[in-house]
T-cell receptor, first 113, second 116 residues
């Protein structure tokens, strides 16, 4: 039951270029979306979120875009830095009465110096 | 910066033994959660807790699992009789308000549970 899908298990990008991480969801009841970053042996660290009433949210080098009609969101990192190398998880919440986050499988980003 | 803490960082136990995983949520947060991640798999929701009772639980959270907030600061997950398939990273999270109002959950560093 993959309600949140991250179809690219890995992504390599040159330092300074844009990283684009993609996420698709199937449940139309989701109304809040989050991106988390995770280093090995650490917990997920919150990066940025977006509510379904918006289509874009920006925080420094990080921008999240939401396309509700396509049930698709993306995280843009510009410019990419070597310290951005980590696993990025997309998560969604908001099914009526539900508190849980539903996670994707993650995309491992490698930023090459 | 306030953070969620978890102890121990690694717990090794024999199958059939009881384990208690401990978490200290961020102090002004009211909602608490446990998630787990089996190696190579997704992070999965286990349970949410508010006002000293379970708000929601997944099908993973069976009778072998329990949670409590024994002293107003700690939040614990107990597995009564561990099985090999309980081996995973267990993450605690907390949030300030209900996620229904677009709140954000903040995660601890995790406890790696190894069941032998």
């Amino acid at each position: 039951d993959q309600q949140v899908k991250q179809n690219s298990p890995s992504l390599s990008v040159q330092e300074g270029r844009i990283s684009i991480l993609n996420c698709d969801y199937t449940n139309s009841m989701f109304d809040y979306f989050l991106w988390y970053k995770k280093y090995p042996a650490e917990g997920p660290t919150f990066l940025i979120s977006i509510s379904s009433i918006k289509d874009k949210n920006e925080d420094g080098r990080f921008t999240v875009f939401l396309n509700k009609s396509a049930k698709h969101l993306s995280l843009h990192i510009v410019p990419s830095q070597p310290g951005d190398s980590a696993v990025y998880f997309c998560a969604a919440s908001g099914r009526a009465g539900s508190y849980q986050l539903t996670f994707g499988k993650g995309t491992k980003l490698s930023v090459i110096p | 910066e306030p953070e969620v803490t978890q102890t121990p960082s690694h717990q090794v136990t024999q199958m059939g033994q009881e384990v208690i995983l401990r978490c200290v949520p961020i102090s002004n947060h009211l909602y608490f959660y446990w998630y787990r991640q089996i190696l190579g798999q997704k992070v999965e929701f286990l349970v949410s807790f508010y006002n000293n009772e379970i708000s929601e639980k997944s099908e993973i959270f069976d009778d072998q699992f329990s949670v409590e907030r024994p002293d107003g600061s700690n939040f614990t997950l107990k597995i009564r009789s561990t099985k090999l398939e309980d081996s995973a990273m267990y993450f605690c999270a907390s949030s300030e308000r209900s996620p229904l109002t677009t709140d954000t959950q903040y995660f601890g560093p995790g406890t790696r549970l190894t069941v032998l």
